[in-house]
């Protein structure tokens, strides 16, 4: 009988560990998830202010360099259709098309998009978040584009942070 209710408690906290396990990663993506939309606001608040100036994009491209940097991110700002103007890791001019990206389709159906994919530009997996916001006129006198932000970071430091 005592073997009996050992392996009864042993089953019990296996499976409640591994309920814990899956609640607290479940938790940390949300609330991740939540703060990188926040973040994400607050950098379309602060660039709307600055798609009028002539220097647009490339004084969001520095902005971005530096608050990448400080927040720990890859930034990128990219037009509604799919161009990259700003980003804090690579040179935009030698970026591809992003209009084709998982995030950035998901972003301009809805309010936010999500990813986990591979990055081809950084070698390695990476987590995003897309989100649209505000209008810029196209070069070309065609019209306007939304703006998309999106802020990245790499799976291996949200593995490690769940583990």
């Not at 939540?34 to 647009?56: S, V």
């Not at 890859?74 to 037009?79: G, Q, S």
């Not at 389709?105 to 390695?124: D, H, M, N």
Request: hydrophobic share 50%; proline share 3%.
């Amino acid at each position: 009988m005592i073997i009996y209710n050992i392996a009864v408690i042993a089953v019990i906290v296996v499976i409640m560990g591994f309920f814990f396990s899956w609640f607290l990663h479940y938790f940390y993506m949300q609330t991740l998830r939540d703060n990188l939309y926040i973040q994400a606001r607050l950098t379309a608040a602060l660039i709307e202010e600055m798609i009028n100036d002539e220097t647009f994009p490339a004084v969001v491209d520095s902005l971005y360099e530096d608050l990448g940097a400080e927040l720990g991110l890859r930034m990128t700002l990219i037009n509604g259709e799919g161009v990259v103007l700003a980003d804090s890791d690579e040179n935009p001019a030698l970026m591809e098309n992003h209009a084709d990206r998982p995030e950035i389709i998901e972003a301009l159906q809805q309010e936010v998009g999500i990813a986990r994919r591979y990055s081809e530009t950084l070698e390695k997996d990476m987590y995003y978040l897309a989100v649209p916001f505000g209008e810029i006129d196209d070069e070309a006198g065609e019209g306007a584009h939304s703006l998309i932000i999106r802020l990245a970071l790499p799976l291996s430091a949200i593995n490690r942070a769940c583990l």
